[in-house]
Every structure is written in structure tokens, then in C-alpha cells.
């Protein structure tokens, strides 16, 4: 007999960008968690469910998965998270605040994170409209503030991927979140090593695996 694994994607999209661009950017990580949690309930409700998010996505994952386990006892049965520090981690306390630096150095900054195709860093009219958008997200990450809890807040599996050339990211901080298993991974790369062919098709099937493993669990 062979099992059928069946998986459903979500993808969130945050206002002041596409779709969404007319509406005002979200001030802080609480309220992107309540939307969040408003959009999926019911679903989250109905079935296992994991999280992944990328930086900026990393760390409103696990607030959100936060805010499931205390508010609703809702709790993924996987946590991927990638190119980010824990967010209790003293690594992101020190960090210089990127997003109040002006549009010169800021663009600088950009190109030595990497990732973003110089033709675009060069053209002033794409830069115009996506730099409001990336600020946005640095000031919510830059203001979200999380202490070490006294003991684990989750405890899911978490796996935390990291760019081998990307800046110190406090990864390992991540495995003091759970009480569940924790693993790392790092991948050849910057901050968008995940956009590499190989590194994409690595985290689809190591997640997937990871997936399927858990649905066995429940069955």
C-alpha cells in the first residue's frame, strides 16, 4: 500500500505591496500576526500545519506560531526557519538599524546583502518603488522586541537554514524556543541563497520529507 501525502500552500502577501499596495504598511509584528491568524484559523483548525519564512518571515512565523499555542493551543507541527537570528537572540539587540539609514547607504547596504539584480539597484524608478516596501518590513523586524523565555515556548521541531556567506545570524539561539527536536542547515550562498536552483530544490524536498514524516506520525 502506498500512502498519498496531500499538502497545501499558503503564501502571505502584507499590505503596501502588490495587490495591497494602496493600504498603509503594518507598524508592528502584532498586527501582521493578527491578520495572519484572522486569514487562516479555520484551516489551522482543521489540520496539521507548518510554518516557514524567510528573515523578515522567519521572525513573524514564530510569532505567530507563538500567539497559536498561548491564544488558541494551536501549534505547528514544524517551524522552518531562515537567514534570521532568534529573536530573543542579543545578535539582533546590537544591530545597527538599517532602515533609518538614507537611501544612498541603504542602497549600498543592499548590494553587499546581495541577491538583488543590479539592473534593478541601478534604476531609480524601480528602486522608488520597492525601497518604501523594504524599510517597512526592516522597521517592524528592527522594533520587534522578544526576551528569552524562561523556559520552551513551543515544542514543535525546528529547523533553521542559513546562508554560508551571509552575515552572522545567531541560528543556534533558535533550539531554545522548543522543547521539540532542533536541527540546522547551512547552504552555500548570501542572504538569498535559497534562490539558487540547489538550494531551492534541497529545501523543498528536506521540508516535504519533513512533512510527510509528520503525517505518518498522525496516522
Given at each position: ?72 493551543g494551536l501549534e505547528p507541527t514544524h517551524l522552518f526557519v531562515s537567514g534570521s537570528s532568534?529573536p530573543h537572540s542579543i545578535a539582533r539587540t546590537t544591530s545597527q538599524k538599517t532602515s ?102 534541497h529545501l523543498v524536498k528536506y521540508i516535504t520529507k519533513c512533512l510527510e514524516t509528520t ?5
Amino acid at each position: 500500500n502506498h500512502l498519498i501525502f496531500s499538502f497545501t500552500v499558503y503564501s502571505v502577501k502584507l499590505p503596501g505591496r502588490e495587490a495591497r499596495a494602496k493600504e498603509p504598511f503594518a507598524v508592528d509584528i502584532h498586527e501582521i500576526v493578527n491578520e495572519v491568524t484572522q486569514a487562516l484559523l479555520p484551516q489551522l483548525q482543521e489540520k496539521p500545519f507548518a510554518f516557514f519564512g524567510h528573515s523578515f518571515g522567519a521572525l513573524t512565523s514564530f510569532a505567530t506560531a507563538e500567539y497559536l499555542k498561548r491564544v488558541y493551543g494551536l501549534e505547528p507541527t514544524h517551524l522552518f526557519v531562515s537567514g534570521s537570528s532568534a529573536p530573543h537572540s542579543i545578535a539582533r539587540t546590537t544591530s545597527q538599524k538599517t532602515s533609518e539609514l538614507p537611501d544612498k547607504e541603504f542602497l549600498e547596504w543592499m548590494t553587499t546583502v546581495g541577491g538583488t539584480p543590479p539592473e534593478i539597484l541601478g534604476n531609480p524608478e524601480v528602486v522608488n518603488l520597492f525601497l518604501p516596501v523594504l524599510k517597512a518590513d526592516l522597521r517592524v523586524v528592527e522594533n520587534y522586541s522578544y526576551l528569552k523565555p524562561p523556559s520552551s515556548v513551543l515544542s514543535c521541531a525546528i529547523t533553521a537554514f542559513d546562508g554560508t556567506e551571509d552575515v552572522p545570524h545567531d541560528i543556534d539561539a533558535w533550539k531554545e524556543l522548543t522543547s521539540g527536536e532542533f536541527t540546522k542547515q547551512m547552504l552555500p550562498g548570501s542572504h538569498f541563497y535559497l534562490k539558487d536552483p540547489q538550494n531551492e530544490a534541497h529545501l523543498v524536498k528536506y521540508i516535504t520529507k519533513c512533512l510527510e514524516t509528520t503525517e505518518i506520525d498522525y496516522i
